[in-house]
């Protein structure tokens, strides 16, 4: 899922990627209620866990605006 946000970030200037360690950052884990890996959040609202293919995470992205 990294590769597939840092591509979209790369492409679009509207696209802003951050890829946290989930385990190392305990805090942060319980304040977005991460127990799963990976977890992918859009505009932290939406949320997905799991692996989706990258037209999957555009679609997501689109309907989020």
């Known amino acids: 899922m ?6 979209m970030a790369v492409a679009s200037e ?18 977005y209620k991460v127990g799963a890996f990976p977890k992918t959040f859009i505009d ?3 949320s997905f866990i799991g692996v989706e293919k990258e037209q999957r995470v555009l679609e997501r992205i689109l309907a989020a605006q």
């Open 2 to 7: 990294a590769r597939v946000a840092y591509s």
């Open 14 to 31: 509207f696209v802003r990627t951050e890829v946290v360690d989930a385990g190392a950052f305990r805090e942060f884990s319980k304040k």
């Open 44 to 46: 932290y609202g939406e």
